[in-house]
């Protein structure tokens, strides 16, 4: 099992790096949540004059696919990120085409993770004119940091491995698998099933417009712009902003119901929520979940990874290793808000993300600014 480290699943799929992942789900799960490979779990949702947002179920599970949020100008269209499944791509660009008569002109790509452009393909197909945008680092992360993960034999192994483990009772470790636990795998089995056979369709297709800091694309009396505010959630997230509707589309620096943390810059991300909050959006977008309409969950996401961060400068203050640290930070009360209903696929999933967004801000008291993306 040591093939399937975490650093090798990141985002891609987040089963196999929960795996590591100590404690368990209660034994008390109401229903499954919805899974983001079914269509019909999506809602389309207008925030502005011609800004659709197609919301992706709550990023809860152990496979996630993010927001596309769609701009619709005088002479064409502006989409933001095109999620992890072709199908869900094509069933959006059905949706755009009973929207609008104008082609997508622009496809813009947040962040590396897998499940914000696997759908590139299907919009190059059906747009064959349309620019892709990311900034550079993103366009680098995505050849050499999620190009490898793509791989239908990766998601075989995978889910191979869980089967075992689920018939064995056992984790990788020897260790039994906790009842709660074993609700997730069986979950994550089931969502492996449906990417699998979707991982032989993709046709991966990279952004060609690369922006270092800020572009203006306009799409016939409507600018909309693209902005790299720095180090945040991941190396080079962009986020996107239409001035006439205060539309902010944030990318996964911002993912209702909890931010992830694995691979995540917390100092810097921190700085960022500020940047965010400045902008006084009447609509914020999120990579993942509901929009947003004011700033209160993002003061809430910020209290939270400022607390992650001192939590983790004092333990490290203190001469505790991360393992010693990691048993003793306590986020209860930020759970208890985020999970508000308890759901025990929220509450795993924010142990899990919390664990690794733990393990940056302990390596950032210990290091400085680090280096990596793992
Ligand atoms: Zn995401």
Redesign the pocket.
């Known amino acids: 099992m040591r093939q399937f480290s975490h650093r090798t699943y990141a985002s891609l799929i987040y089963l196999v790096l929960l795996l590591q992942v100590p404690g368990g789900l209660q034994a008390q799960v109401r229903s499954e949540p919805l899974s983001p490979a079914d269509t019909s779990s999506y809602r389309v949702v207008l925030v502005a004059t011609g800004i659709y947002v197609f919301v992706a179920p709550d990023?809860i599970t152990p496979m996630?696919s993010?927001n596309s949020t769609v701009v619709i100008g005088d002479d064409g269209v502006l989409v933001v990120d095109s999620g992890q499944f072709p199908s869900v791509a094509r069933w959006e660009i059905a949706k755009i085409r009973s929207l609008t008569n104008l082609p997508v002109r622009y496809l813009v790509n947040t962040h590396w993770?897998p499940?914000?452009w696997l759908g590139n393909g299907e919009f190059r197909a059906a747009f064959p004119g349309v620019v892709i945008v990311s900034t550079p680092i993103t366009r680098n992360l995505m050849e050499t940091q999620a190009r490898p993960l793509i791989d239908p034999k990766i998601a075989a192994a995978t889910q191979k491995a869980v089967k075992g483990m689920l018939s064995a009772g056992k984790q990788a470790d020897g260790t039994p698998i906790p009842e709660g636990t074993m609700l997730w795998y069986r979950y994550g089995l089931g969502q492996l099933e449906a990417l699998a056979p979707q991982l032989e369709e993709v046709a991966i297709t990279y952004p060609t417009e690369l922006v270092r800091d800020d572009a203006t694309f306009d799409l016939g009396r409507r600018p909309v712009r693209v902005t790299f505010l720095g180090r945040g959630n991941t190396e080079g997230d962009l986020v996107v902003y239409v001035p006439d509707s205060k539309t902010l589309v944030t990318g996964?620096l911002v993912?209702h119901p909890y931010p992830?943390g694995f691979g995540s810059f917390i100092s810097e991300w921190i700085d960022r929520i500020k940047q965010l909050a400045a902008f006084n959006a009447t609509s914020i977008i999120p990579?993942?979940g509901a929009v947003e309409h004011d700033n209160q969950y993002l003061t809430e996401v910020s209290v939270l990874l400022e607390s992650l961060q001192r939590q983790a400068r004092s333990a490290f203050g203190q001469g505790m290793s991360l393992e010693a640290a990691a048993k003793v930070v306590d986020l209860t009360t930020f759970r208890r808000q985020m999970c508000a209903d308890g759901d025990p696929y929220c509450r795993y999933g924010f142990d899990a993300s919390m664990a690794a967004g733990f393990e940056r801000a302990y390596r950032e008291a210990k290091e400085g600014k680090l280096a990596d993306q793992k």
Do not use: E, F, Q
Request: charged share 20%; hydrophobic share 20%.
């Open positions: 990023g996630v993010g993770h499940d914000h996964d993912v992830y990579g993942h």
